[in-house]
T-cell receptor, first 116, second 113 residues
Framework: AQKVTQAQTEISVVEKEDVTLDCVYE???????LFWYKQPPSGELVFLIR??????QNEISGRYSWNFQKSTSSFNFTITASQVVDSAVYFC?????????????FGDGTTLTVKP | DGGITQSPKYLFRKEGQNVTLSCEQN?????MYWYRQDPGQGLRLIYY???????QKGDIAEGYSVSREKKESFPLTVTSAQKNPTAFYLC????????????FGDGTRLSIL
């Protein structure tokens, strides 16, 4: 069975703090894809990053960084020096190689609140 | 600008009534999806379509129907058989392939009168 667990339902930090959002996944597939999306209050999900199962290189994009570890089936997301505009719901998703459609299984999301 | 347009933004349904949610994309994507989002929960897949005139049920298709007569359009009908339709509905599209990210619309919030 395919499953994505985001154990942190809500996180609240003060601006400029660093924060890490956890994502743990389960799959029997050897080839799969992991995604992070951001859902601001407007409702539209915005794609942030994709990682292939065969590429464990971590990635940094500005204040955002992602740590992919196959050994622990985790794909965690860190925001450095958080800002109020980072307040949103963040979703981790798992996509499968054995389907042509980009079907993904989503976690329940983590609501991040950054206070000024 | 390329993107996905969902309409209406807010929709109210009376008991026993069918309603249709619109989703249009101009990204030239082959695949389109409908998700339901309930408070505090993730996205659950209702239906998806990989190509025109073809679509498959997702995890919670009961009480919903779709059509895909045009590449750019994927309307969702919430039928009276759906007993708990109050939710936030999101439409998405992508190029074909499991490694492709999805692009989302702004969503439609459906409520029961």
């Amino acid at each position: 069975a395919q499953k994505v667990t985001q154990a942190q339902t809500e996180i609240s930090v003060v601006e400029k703090e660093d924060v890490t959002l956890d994502c743990v996944y389960e799959t029997r597939d050897t080839t799969y894809y992991l995604f992070w999306y951001k859902q601001p209050p407007s409702g539209e999900l915005v794609f942030l990053i994709r990682r292939n199962s065969f590429d464990e290189q971590n990635e940094i994009s500005g204040r955002y960084s992602w740590n992919f570890q196959k050994s622990t089936s985790s794909f965690n997301f860190t925001i450095t020096a958080s800002q109020v505009v980072d307040s949103a719901v963040y979703f981790c998703a798992l996509g499968f190689h054995n389907t042509n459609a980009g079907k993904s299984t989503f976690g329940d999301g983590t609501t991040l609140t950054v206070k000024p | 600008d390329g993107g996905i347009t969902q309409s209406p933004k807010y929709l109210f349904r009376k008991e026993g009534q069918n309603v249709t949610l619109s989703c249009e994309q101009n990204l030239n994507h082959d695949a389109m999806y409908w998700y339901r989002q309930d408070p505090g929960q993730g996205l659950r897949l209702i239906y998806y379509s990989q190509i025109v005139n073809d679509f498959q049920k997702g995890d919670i298709a009961e009480g919903y129907s779709v059509s895909r007569e045009k590449k750019e359009s994927f309307p969702l009908t919430v039928t009276s058989a759906q007993k708990n339709p109050t939710a936030f509905y999101l439409c998405a599209s992508s190029t074909t392939g499991a490694n492709q990210p999805q692009h989302f619309g702004d969503g439609t919030r459906l409520s029961i009168l």
